[in-house]
């Protein structure tokens, strides 16, 4: 029975610190002086990669939609949309720390919610964690949880959004 009780307290032990270690974990930084010219999501590997001149600079874990599987086919889906769009807004003031705008929807995005008979939506970013909730970290990733959205810490948006202009191109796959 002794021995069951320390195995137990060295796994409590153990978990307690990988969670730590995963949380204080460093994310590799953007170099000064790189801008990021195009901007790769891939949503089934929950990854967003950020080039400048060919060069793959980083790579972020992400949170997408809740309903992550599939084409956003209109609003309130809860799906990320896929296609190529651009960087067309920065808000420093968002309710989610900070975000970059993405140009959805599309020509194509529009004639698809119409077949469906509902509106398009809109509004769709790459952004932080809500206002007040920057603590939660790394582990907003452990489920899908925006409403088509993709999520960074806010760290992560803060580093994407001094190195991403508008207009830089975002193309989002399966």
């Not at 009780?5 to 990988?18: E, H, P, R, Y």
Request: glycine content about 10%; proline content about 4%.
């Amino acid at each position: 029975m002794f021995n069951l009780k320390k195995i137990f307290v060295f796994i409590f032990i153990s978990v307690i610190l990988g969670l730590a270690a995963y949380y204080f974990y460093p994310i590799h930084k953007i170099p000064d002086g790189i801008s990021i010219d195009k901007i790769i999501v891939l949503k089934s590997e929950h990854k967003l990669l950020a080039y400048s001149k060919g060069k793959l600079i980083v790579t972020y874990k992400i949170a997408i939609g809740k309903n992550s599987i599939g084409d956003k086919e209109y609003e309130d889906d809860m799906k990320t949309p896929e296609g190529l769009y651009i960087i067309n807004g920065k808000n420093p003031n968002s309710d989610f720390h900070k975000n970059l705008g993405i140009s959805y929807p599309n020509q194509q995005d529009i004639n698809q919610a119409r077949q469906f008979f509902k509106p398009v939506g809109g509004e769709i970013k790459i952004h932080g964690l809500k206002k007040g909730q920057g603590y939660i970290g790394k582990f907003h990733r452990l489920k899908n949880w925006t409403n088509g959205c993709i999520a960074l810490t806010d760290q992560e948006i803060d580093e994407l959004y001094n190195h991403t202009a508008i207009g830089t191109p975002i193309e989002i796959r399966k």
